[in-house]
T-cell receptor, first 110, second 113 residues
Framework: NAGVTQTPKFQVLKTGQSMTLQCAQD?????MSWYRQDPGMGLRLIHY???????DQGEVPNGYNVSRSTTEDFPLRLLSAAPSQTSVYFC?????????FGPGTRLTVL | GENVEQHPSTLSVQEGDSAVIKCTYS??????FPWYKQELGKRPQLIID?????GEKKDQRIAVTLNKTAKHFSLHITETQPEDSAVYFC????????????FGKGTKLSVIP
């Protein structure tokens, strides 16, 4: 099992560009989520999904879109990147109450 | 919704001493409390968890205690080693069954050789 995988590991964008962060899991978990981590702010929930076709907003959803067409994949889209979105992004999936994180994507918006 | 507070934000201990990190939660319906360890540049890793029907759980040098009445839980690390240096996060499981984990803001533990 690969667990939770994320691509890319690093990304630099210019203000106004759009991009998609990819996340996949092979554990057949229903629940998946996206967090951002900024210094001193801990882990903040952006969006989550409780199953294919179902998504909902977390604490900091503005500027991000998600979709869940399959159980395995949960991509995060930045519509128009802003410097405030410079952060480390973690995808996670949960099964039987335990949550596992992907390796993260370090995003810089210039 | 759930609110989880974590203290202290930084903690320095001498190698071999014990470390204790404390968290409080607000939602009395929350019933699952995991702890994560995050080394520099790495992902958070689940190290131990406890459910509300249990008061204490141990795994080698780490233990977690839960006081449901007071709504607080703690992480105890004994015989600390330099490799224990990391940021530790506590979390609470949303009592509404939505599977949302609410995280504390983290404790940076430094173990001084």
């Amino acid at each position: 099992n690969a667990g939770v995988t994320q691509t890319p590991k690093f990304q630099v964008l210019k203000t106004g560009q759009s991009m998609t962060l990819q996340c996949a899991q092979d554990m057949n978990h229903e629940y998946m989520s996206w967090y951002r981590q900024d210094p001193g702010m801990g882990l903040r929930l952006i969006h989550y999904s409780v199953g294919a076709g179902i998504t909902d907003q977390g604490e900091v959803p503005n500027g991000y879109n998600v979709s869940r067409s399959t159980t395995e994949d949960f991509p995060l889209r930045l519509l128009s990147a802003a410097p405030s979105q410079t952060s480390v992004y973690f995808c996670a999936s949960s099964g039987k109450g335990k949550q596992f994180f992907g390796p993260g994507t370090r995003l810089t918006v210039l | 919704g759930e609110n989880v507070e974590q203290h202290p934000s930084t903690l320095s201990v001498q190698e071999g001493d014990s470390a204790v990190i404390k968290c409080t939660y607000s939602d009395s319906a929350s019933n699952y409390f995991p702890w994560y360890k995050q080394e520099l540049g790495k992902r958070p890793q689940l190290i131990i968890d406890i459910r509300s029907n249990v008061g204490e759980k141990k795994d080698q040098r780490i233990a977690v205690t839960l006081n449901k009445t007071a709504k607080h839980f703690s992480l105890h690390i004994t015989e600390t080693q330099p490799e224990d240096s990391a940021v530790y996060f506590c979390a609470g499981w949303d009592g509404a069954g939505s599977y949302q984990l609410t995280f504390g803001k983290g404790t940076k533990l430094s173990v001084i050789p």
